[in-house]
C-alpha cells in the first residue's frame, strides 16, 4: 500500500539558491547560457546541456566587480542543483583576457581605507571561489586570454583548464603590496613545485600557456591563429626546442631569450 507522504517519481524540489539573476547582457555582468550537449554525429542529445558562466567586462579586460561575483556564485551553485547540466564551461568575452581580477576602479572608489566594507567584499570573493570547487559537475576553464592576478585564482579552482596559446599567466599583487591569499598561495604549490610556485607568485612574472603546459598547470593549450588556412602556434613563443645552452626554453618568450644574448 502506498504512503501519502511518499514522493513521486515525477515530483521534484526546485533546490536553486539565487532565483534573482546577477547577469545578464549589459557589461560588467556575468552571462549565463545553457548550450545542448551534441553526439559524435553532431545530433543534439534532448534535455543535456553544458552552462557557460562568462565574464562580461572586456574593456576592463574582465575584472569582476562586486555585482560579476554574486553573478559567478549564482552559475555555479545553480549549474551544481540543475539535473539538466553535465558541465560548465567558465570563460570571459573577448581574445585578450579571461580574467585579471577585481576591478580596481571599483575598489579605489568604494573599498579603499573602508575596511568593514572590504571585509563583506571578500567574504563574497571566497564564496565565488569556494562554489566553483564545491560545484558537482566538471568545471572547465576556457582561458582566453590574459588569466592574472585573481584571474588566476579563480581559474585554479576549476578542475581543468584549456588555454588559448596567445594567454598569459602569473600574479600581479605582490608588486603592489597585495598577497594573493585568495587562492594562489594555495594553488600554486599543488600544480607547480613549491620554488616554481613560490617563484610565480612573488615576482609576478607572466608565464606563457605553453609553459603552464609544461609544468602542469593547465590541461590543454591549443593553437588559435591561422595562415593560409592553418593553425599556426604563437610566434612569439618557443615550442620548437626543449633546451639551449643548457636551459629549458620551451615556452619562454623569444624575445626574452634574445635580451639575454645582447
Known amino acids: 500500500m502506498a504512503l501519502d507522504w511518499m514522493p513521486r517519481d515525477n515530483e521534484k524540489k526546485d533546490h536553486a539558491l539565487h532565483t534573482d539573476t546577477h547577469w545578464g547582457t549589459d557589461a560588467p555582468c556575468v552571462i549565463y547560457e545553457k548550450k545542448p550537449i551534441v553526439d559524435p554525429k553532431g545530433n543534439v542529445v534532448e534535455g543535456l546541456y ?11 579586460y574582465n575584472s569582476y566587480t562586486t555585482e560579476m561575483v554574486k553573478g559567478v556564485i549564482a552559475g555555479f551553485e545553480n549549474s551544481s542543483l540543475d539535473r539538466s547540466v553535465v558541465a560548465v564551461i567558465f570563460t570571459a568575452v573577448g581574445p585578450y583576457s579571461f580574467c585579471t581580477g577585481g576591478n580596481t576602479k ?130 612569439m613563443i618557443v615550442t620548437d626546442k626543449y633546451v639551449e645552452d643548457g636551459e629549458i626554453v620551451f615556452g619562454e618568450e623569444m624575445m626574452r631569450l634574445d635580451l639575454k644574448h645582447l
Open 106 to 235: 571599483e575598489y579605489s572608489e568604494f573599498y579603499s581605507l573602508r575596511s568593514d566594507e572590504y571585509g563583506q567584499y571578500m567574504e563574497l570573493f571566497n564564496h565565488m571561489v569556494d562554489s566553483i570547487l564545491a560545484c558537482k559537475k566538471p568545471v572547465i576553464c576556457r582561458v582566453n586570454g590574459m588569466r592574472v592576478a585573481g584571474g588566476q585564482e579563480i581559474g585554479m579552482a576549476a578542475d581543468l583548464a584549456i588555454s588559448s596559446d596567445l594567454a598569459i599567466f602569473g600574479q600581479a599583487g605582490p608588486k603592489h603590496g597585495s598577497a594573493p591569499d585568495g587562492g594562489s598561495s594555495d594553488f600554486l604549490p599543488w600544480f607547480l613545485g613549491m620554488e616554481d610556485a613560490m617563484w610565480n607568485c612573488v615576482s609576478c612574472e607572466m608565464w606563457s600557456a605553453y609553459k603552464m603546459k609544461m609544468k602542469n598547470l593547465i590541461s590543454k593549450c591549443v593553437p588559435v591563429l591561422k595562415i593560409d588556412g592553418e593553425w599556426v602556434r604563437n610566434p
Open 50 to 60: 553544458t552552462a557557460w558562466i562568462t565574464l562580461n567586462n572586456p574593456k576592463q
